[in-house]
């Protein structure tokens, strides 16, 4: 990582104790672990945004109809080859839809190819497109089984679907009820808890054993549930796992900004249409991928943090998947620049997260 720093400022900021200000930043090309491209249209608009500035990117399965095998998942990955700008290098990692009805061969078939690289587990209904997603996880063991023996690993949105659990309380429900279960009962399985949102989570993937990782996202280490709900309902900032409470935020922030290799860079970048978001049952998702590495970079800096980015955004997820760092870089410069009110997508547009603010940021 290579920092450029303003002289004047370091010699304030040395005399007041305080990090000296960073100008310029150079980090290894940073990953995106969890990443939503949608498809059809919509790939000619979102691809190129994650493309910019990440080297990979694990692309999530919950289509209409989902990509439940390796065929279907190689089909999607060519269409968004498809969409990549012209000479710009970006590789897309698919990962699989679990169900009720996933067999040992089609684990098998994953672990045999070098393009995909996960199954994803949504509990049905969770989320997003995961009414195809498991109804009984119990029941899916021997598929964990398969899994851990062929050594591909599994991803998790860690939320229960139970109604009479609040759903400020599901992902901490659902660590409980079956994530700790999971881990014990496969203790070679490697598991990544997507996008952590709660203290309980970080708590628990601290303590567990090398085999457990966690996705954090840009929203999560930015915001809290006010930016959804104070002053106001904005459907822009909704998403699953919804925002908590600041506590869980801070805890989100000390875990990202730790250095500790459990925890890396997902950025569950999820575009949606106006209308689908604005609308009397907005879907849930924040589309981040325009600005992603900024955002970060953002969130990073306010920890004062900002020498254990190049970890969590290149290195530690690269390790965990044991796949070869990049070795490219990228750079960002401290530039105060508007976000823009929309993109396009696909035949409409879509509204990213804070549309009409500032950042200070700016990938070159």
Request: hydrophobic share 40%; glycine share 4%.
């Amino acid at each position: 990582m290579v920092v450029r720093k303003s002289v004047y400022n370091e010699q304030v900021f040395n005399h007041c104790n305080i990090a000296p200000m960073i100008n310029e930043l150079t980090i290894t090309r940073p990953d995106d672990w969890h990443l939503h491209l949608r498809e059809g249209d919509a790939l000619r608009d979102t691809t190129p945004h994650a493309a910019r500035q990440f080297g990979r990117a694990i692309i999530m399965p919950n289509l209409r109809p989902p990509v439940t095998t390796v065929e279907l998942a190689l089909d999607y990955r060519k269409a968004i080859l498809d969409t990549l700008p012209a000479g710009q290098p970006f590789n897309p990692l698919m990962a699989l839809y679990l169900t009720n009805s996933t067999t040992a061969d089609e684990v098998r078939r994953v672990a045999e190819n070098e393009q995909t690289i996960a199954f994803k587990l949504y509990p049905a209904g969770a989320t997003t497109n995961s009414d195809s997603g498991v109804t009984d996880i119990q029941k899916i063991y021997p598929i964990f089984a398969e899994m851990e023996k062929h050594e591909v690993p599994l991803l998790v949105h860690g939320e229960v679907t139970d109604g009479t659990v609040d759903i400020f309380d599901r992902e901490k429900a659902f660590i409980d009820r079956h994530l700790i279960a999971i881990t014990r009962a496969f203790p070679a399985l490697r598991v990544v808890l997507e996008h952590a949102t709660t203290a309980e989570a970080i708590q628990f993937v601290s303590d567990a054993p090398e085999t457990i990782a966690a996705t954090i996202t840009a929203h999560h280490l930015l915001f809290n549930r006010n930016s959804l709900l104070a002053g106001g309902i904005r459907p822009h900032y909704y998403c699953l796992p919804i925002l908590k409470r600041e506590k869980h935020r801070e805890a989100l922030v000390k875990a990202a900004t730790s250095g500790n290799p459990k925890f890396f860079l997902g950025t569950d970048s999820a575009p949606h249409a106006v209308g689908a978001k604005e609308s009397d049952c907005g879907c849930a998702g924040c589309y981040t991928a325009y600005a992603a590495i900024e955002l970060y970079a953002t969130a990073f800096e306010s920890a004062n943090a900002l020498n254990r980015l190049e970890g969590f955004a290149s290195h530690h997820g690269a390790d965990f998947y044991r796949l070869p760092r990049n070795n490219e870089t990228i750079t960002l410069k401290k530039s105060t620049w508007k976000i823009p009110p929309n993109y396009s997508f696909a035949d409409g547009k879509v509204i990213p997260l804070m549309a009409g603010e500032e950042l200070t940021w700016k990938l070159c």
